[in-house]
């Protein structure tokens, strides 16, 4: 296998999450109790809702781009919202006069594709995110609670190639995922170009990675990137690469193979999953070797996953995965992988 160079980004502050009691697990217009799994009513307090005051809380908004990339965002109660291509709104509050900001002065065609401009709020500010066609690429900006611009970075998606004595350009960058300080696009959905980049939300600076990302390894803070699963399509396998170690698996599916993954003391717990398949699958392995501790006892859903979020509350690992025609939650002992609970019937 070639080489890999990646450079492993560390974040020391932590921004202050409520240790209430974050029970309270929403699933559609119903929420579960992770306490004892029965339905509740509602999140009786803004501090029991999982899934907005956990340290997981950003896993849950990672969006998949070619369904609901985010057109609207609050930060510190400030709306601020996608408008056109040129443009995001913005209000110092809800009720009072929108200000137009103008995103793109050049008035370049941004690209015929999903989630080719979306905006996300972060704990520091708000990020707007423009895909243009051609090699003007993406462009990445952060914006104050006064819509003040932090910074505006420019990062390559197309690639220009050719063949039979015609020139034609490739475009291979996604967004991929985004915690509160990090933001990643990869060429997850091609297969002649094989890169990833990684954009620091504090200033914009960026770490380019030679290979395709199709997973990450956070930090236990949530916050700081720990490592990459990084897929090989000529090998055929998924290498896990971290700070803790580097080790591969086998993959046959490695074209559509998405790897969600949770660090646990000196595991990593991942789940395998395909897009438009129903197969899913649950290990833990050493983060160091990759020798197996157990695997999950998953029940398969009927219909394909889209997407796959894993958390973790009092030893229980918490996997939610969203379909087309809705979703399904399933909970697992975090020392055995054995089922606890199951939408699924």
Same mark, same amino acid.
């Given at each position: ?8 980004? /560390? ?7 409520? *240790? ?9 217009t119903s929420w579960i109790d992770l306490e004892t799994f029965a339905k509740a009513d509602s999140a009786t307090t803004p501090e029991s809702d999982f899934k907005k005051t ?33 443009? %995001? ?23 015929? *594709? ?7 709020s972060i704990p520091d500010g708000v990020v707007n995110v423009q895909r243009f066609s051609g090699p003007s690429g993406y462009r990445v900006a952060k914006y104050d609670e ?16 050719? #063949? ?8 291979? /960058? ?20 094989? #890169? ?30 720990k490592g990459y699963v990084l897929r090989d399509e000529a090998a055929k396998t998924l290498t896990f690469k971290s700070a803790m170690g580097s080790w591969a698996i086998k ?58 979020? /894993? ?6 690992? %918490? ?27």
């Amino acid at each position: 296998m070639r080489k890999i160079f990646i450079t492993l980004q /560390l974040v020391f502050s932590v921004g202050v999450v409520s *240790v209430k009691a974050q029970n309270l697990y929403q699933m559609g217009t119903s929420w579960i109790d992770l306490e004892t799994f029965a339905k509740a009513d509602s999140a009786t307090t803004p501090e029991s809702d999982f899934k907005k005051t956990s340290k997981y809380a950003a896993r849950f908004r990672v969006f998949d781009i070619g369904i609901n990339p985010p057109q609207q965002c609050e930060y510190k109660e400030r709306p601020f919202r996608v408008i056109d291509d040129n443009h %995001i709104g913005y209000k110092v509050s809800p009720g009072s006069k929108e200000v137009k900001l103008q995103t793109n002065s050049e008035e370049e065609t941004l690209e015929k *594709v999903g989630g080719n401009h979306f905006v996300v709020s972060i704990p520091d500010g708000v990020v707007n995110v423009q895909r243009f066609s051609g090699p003007s690429g993406y462009r990445v900006a952060k914006y104050d609670e006064w819509a003040k611009l932090q910074f505006k970075q420019n990062i390559p998606h197309t690639l220009t190639a050719e #063949k039979g004595g015609k020139e034609f350009t490739v475009p291979y /960058l996604y967004y991929f995922m985004h915690t509160d300080r990090f933001m990643l696009f990869t060429s997850l959905n091609t297969r002649t170009v094989h #890169k990833s980049v990684l954009v620091d939300l504090k200033d914009g600076k960026t770490t380019p990675i030679e290979s395709t990302v199709c997973g990450v390894i956070r930090a236990d803070n949530e916050i700081a990137i720990k490592g990459y699963v990084l897929r090989d399509e000529a090998a055929k396998t998924l290498t896990f690469k971290s700070a803790m170690g580097s080790w591969a698996i086998k993959e046959n599916n490695i074209t559509k193979v998405i790897t969600e993954t949770v660090v646990n003391d000196t595991a990593i717990i991942f789940a395998r999953y395909y897009k438009g398949s129903p197969t899913v699958s649950l290990a833990s392995c050493s983060a160091k070797t990759g020798k197996v501790v157990w695997v999950g006892e998953v029940k398969q859903p009927a219909a394909g996953a889209n997407q796959i979020f /894993l958390s973790v509350y009092k030893g229980k690992l %918490i996997m939610e995965g969203t379909q087309n025609d809705g979703g399904f939650l399933e909970a697992f002992d975090m020392t055995n992988g054995k089922r606890l609970y199951s939408t699924i019937q």
